[in-house]
């Protein structure tokens, strides 16, 4: 069974641009959720969606958004883009609770 | 909310070395925790998890055991190898989404031969 898919897998953007990450969970999970991981630290909560609904919303700023859409894909959306957005932005997605499994990112850096 | 410290690494060992990554929480309760790896280049995936106190969580030769006196759910193994190197991620759930998770910093080690 394929596990969780995210692209673009690197991406380059200058400041002030727009952004659209994807995200597809393994078959048969409802919930996904995104993490910023900063180099040298740890994955930050960004959002976590189950069932299309947003259920939790870490301290992150109005510039960044997501949706889930039925197939339970989901996509963030950064917009007017800082350098300090540059990181690895990890997409992981669970049965609705336990265990969560991670793709291996997009990397993004803005220039 | 609830939250994890990790001691700080890099964390360098010879292989057959004995490692233990510590690993303290604040709480509400008693919830789940988790260490999770992340390989050079790739996403994170789960070690091992504990789901209440006294719980031990094992896989790949690796333990944690959970312990609500101490709060702590320090990494352990035995005998490490040079296939362990890696960065390792104490976690917990987010109190504000139940199904996601707040992480450690991540202690990195390196295993020479």
């Known amino acids: 069974d394929a596990g969780v898919t995210q692209s673009p897998t690197h991406l380059i953007k200058t400041r002030g641009q727009h952004v659209t990450l994807r995200c597809s969970p393994i078959s048969g999970h409802k919930s996904v959720s995104w993490y910023q991981q900063v180099l040298g630290q740890g994955p930050q909560f960004i959002f976590q969606?189950?069932?299309?609904?947003?259920?939790g919303r870490g301290n992150f700023p109005d510039r960044f958004s997501a949706r889930q859409f039925p197939n339970y894909s989901s996509e963030l959306n950064v917009n007017a883009l800082l350098l300090g957005d540059s990181a690895l932005y990890l997409c992981a997605s669970s049965p609705g609770g336990g265990e969560l499994f991670f793709g291996e990112g997009s990397r993004l850096t803005v220039l | 909310g609830n939250s994890v410290t990790q001691m700080e690494g890099p964390v360098t060992l010879s292989e057959e070395a004995f490692l233990t990554i510590n690993c303290t929480y604040t709480?509400?309760?008693?919830?789940?925790l988790f260490w999770y790896v992340q390989y050079p280049g790739e996403g994170l995936q789960l070690l091992l998890k504990a789901t209440k106190a006294d719980d031990k969580g094992s896989n790949k030769g690796f333990e944690a055991t959970y312990r609500k006196e101490t709060t702590s759910f320090h990494l352990e193994k035995g005998s490490v190898q040079v296939s362990d190197s890696a960065v390792y991620f104490c976690a917990l759930p987010n109190l504000d989404s139940g199904y996601a998770l707040n992480f450690g910093k991540g202690t990195s080690l390196l295993v020479t031969p």
């Open positions: 709480a509400t309760g008693y919830p789940s």
């Open positions: 969606y189950y069932e299309k609904e947003e259920r």
